[in-house]
């Protein structure tokens, strides 16, 4: 098995990466020339550094690129800071995911896509809801917070647009609050957010996370729980 990991520099993206290899699948990592990426995976045999912008690629550039792959895994997120809360690409996720399934279909193989979101997304679809006074904020979210409207409309893709495509099995996946830990623990994956996550979040930590991605991939019946799905996962409390 390989997989395509796009944004693998990123805080999460580079343990997914690590987990990926941890369970020998090969990893196609795309990251832009000025990234900075651990030592220990440049240099690791199963991963195959792909220097590139998602945003400046064609459909023709990513198709050759997954190719070889049964998998994709978007890490994407954007950066806190002024520019990368407002400035361009406001739909950098959105326009990724939609790439990313135009090139699938162009390849025509059938292809697995994992996106990597956010308990901020709702899944109306599976009557999840939100209260009155969380959807006052996730509307003024909407409206004034790119990020916050970007991963919406990405989300919104999967279910709507893509939804059971015959090329693109697909699942998001939702952590709340990320944190940063050294080592996997106890986790709570669930098909509906148990807190609110504005005015009470719960924790999960990106290795947690990454986990996760790369057990949907080498576990067939964890990922046919989950396919077409929007599973939340959380830090277990002890």
């Keep these: 098995m390989k997989t395509l990991v796009i944004g693998a520099s990123g805080a999460t993206g580079k343990l997914v990466v690590s987990k990926l290899t941890d369970q020998n699948i090969m990893v196609k990592a795309l990251i832009r020339r000025t990234a900075l990426f651990p030592k220990e995976l440049t240099e690791n045999s199963k991963v195959e550094i792909v220097n590139g912008n998602i945003n400046a690629l064609t459909v023709h550039q990513i198709t050759e690129l997954i190719t070889d792959c049964d998998a994709v895994i978007s890490c994407l997120g954007h950066n806190i800071t002024l520019k990368g809360l407002f400035g361009e690409p406001r739909k950098l996720v959105l326009n990724a995911v939609k790439i990313i399934e ?17 308990t901020a997304y709702t899944n109306k679809k599976e009557s999840e809801k939100n209260t009155f006074c969380e959807r006052i904020v996730f509307t003024v979210l909407k409206a004034l917070l790119p990020p916050h409207s970007d991963n919406v409309a990405a989300g919104d893709f999967l279910l709507y647009h893509i939804n059971k495509s015959e090329n693109v099995e697909w699942v998001s996946v939702r952590p709340d609050s990320l944190i940063d830990e050294s080592t996997t623990s106890e986790v ?27 057990d949907l991939l080498t576990n067939d019946s964890l990922w046919k729980e989950w396919r077409y799905k929007t599973p939340v996962i959380y830090n277990k409390i002890t």
């Design 102 to 118: 135009e090139s699938i279909k162009v390849s025509q193989k059938k292809c697995k896509l994992i996106l990597m979101s956010t």
């Design 188 to 214: 709570i994956i669930v098909d509906k957010k148990l807190r609110s996550p504005i005015f009470d979040p719960g924790k999960t930590s990106r290795i947690n996370v990454a986990q996760f991605m790369s």
